[in-house]
T-cell receptor, first 114, second 117 residues
Framework: KQEVTQIPAALSVPEGENLVLNCSFTDSAIYNLQWFRQDPGKGLTSLLLIQSSQREQTSGRLNASLDKSSGRSTLYIAASQPGDSATYLCAAHDRGSTLGRLYFGRGTQLTVWP | NAGVTQTPKFRVLKTGQSMTLLCAQDMNHEYMYWYRQDPGMGLRLIHYSVGEGTTAKGEVPDGYNVSRLKKQNFLLGLESAAPSQTSVYFC????????????????FGDGTRLSIL
C-alpha cells in the first residue's frame, strides 16, 4: 500500500523567507503527485499537479519538484507571505490503485508571521 | 461558478440516527469521491464513482452507502450513525472528459462537519 509522509508537520517562519516542504512516497509507480492547500475550516485547493513524466511544475511563487526514483517531492515557496499560512497536503496518485484514487500525507501546517 | 457544493455544512446526530450528505458539482466531471478527514489520520477515501450509476468502495467503506443517480450529484448515507463516524467529510470531483483521466486535479468542497453523540 502506498504511504505518503510529509515533513515537517509544522513550520513557522517570518515573512519573506523562502521555504521548502517535503513529501515522500513509498511506491514510485504513480501517475502524478498533487499538492493542495487547506485553509482552516475549508476544503482543499489544488495548487500543482506534477505528472510522472515531469520533473517540476511552477505556479507563481510556488515550484514543485518530483523525483520518482527516490520517492520524493518538494514544494518550494518563494518570498513567503502571511497569506500563505495554511496546511499543505501532498497526494500520490498510485498506478496500482483504482483510477483517481489519491493517497494523502498528513500535511505540513505553515505559519508565516509578519 | 460554484464548483463542488456540500450540504449540510454542520450536523449533530445521535447514535443510531441516519442521514444523507449531498455533494453537487457543476463542472461536468465524471469522477466523484467521498473522503473523511480525521486528526492524525489524513484524508481517507470512503467511496467513489467513475460515472453516473456507478459506485465503488474505497479504503474505509464500512458503515456508509453511496448513490450516483445523476452525474452532478453524489450522495453519502449513514444508515445507523456511530460515534466513530464523527469526522469532517469532503466530497471531490475530477475529469471533465478532456485530457487523460489519470492526470486530472481533484476539486474539493468545503466539507461537512459531522458530530455523533
Amino acid at each position: 500500500k502506498q504511504e505518503v509522509t510529509q515533513i515537517p508537520a509544522a513550520l513557522s517562519v517570518p515573512e519573506g523567507e523562502n521555504l521548502v516542504l517535503n513529501c515522500s512516497f513509498t511506491d514510485s509507480a504513480i501517475y502524478n503527485l498533487q499538492w493542495f492547500r487547506q485553509d482552516p475550516g475549508k476544503g482543499l485547493t489544488s495548487l500543482l499537479l506534477i505528472q510522472s513524466s515531469q520533473r517540476e511544475q511552477t505556479s507563481g511563487r510556488l515550484n514543485a519538484s518530483l523525483d520518482k526514483s527516490s520517492g520524493r517531492s518538494t514544494l518550494y515557496i518563494a518570498a513567503s507571505q502571511p497569506g500563505d499560512s495554511a496546511t499543505y497536503l501532498c497526494a500520490a496518485h498510485d498506478r496500482g490503485s483504482t483510477l483517481g484514487r489519491l493517497y494523502f500525507g498528513r500535511g505540513t501546517q505553515l505559519t508565516v508571521w509578519p | 461558478n460554484a464548483g463542488v457544493t456540500q450540504t449540510p455544512k454542520f450536523r449533530v446526530l445521535k447514535t443510531g440516527q441516519s442521514m444523507t450528505l449531498l455533494c453537487a458539482q457543476d463542472m461536468n466531471h465524471e469522477y466523484m469521491y467521498w473522503y473523511r478527514q480525521d486528526p492524525g489520520m489524513g484524508l481517507r477515501l470512503i467511496h467513489y464513482s467513475v460515472g453516473e450509476g456507478t459506485t465503488a468502495k474505497g479504503e474505509v467503506p464500512d458503515g456508509y452507502n453511496v448513490s450516483r443517480l445523476k452525474k452532478q450529484n453524489f450522495l453519502l448515507g449513514l444508515e445507523s450513525a456511530a460515534p466513530s463516524q464523527t469526522s469532517v467529510y469532503f466530497c471531490a470531483s475530477s475529469y471533465p472528459r478532456q485530457g487523460a483521466a489519470w492526470n486530472q486535479p481533484q476539486h474539493f468542497g468545503d466539507g461537512t462537519r459531522l458530530s455523533i453523540l
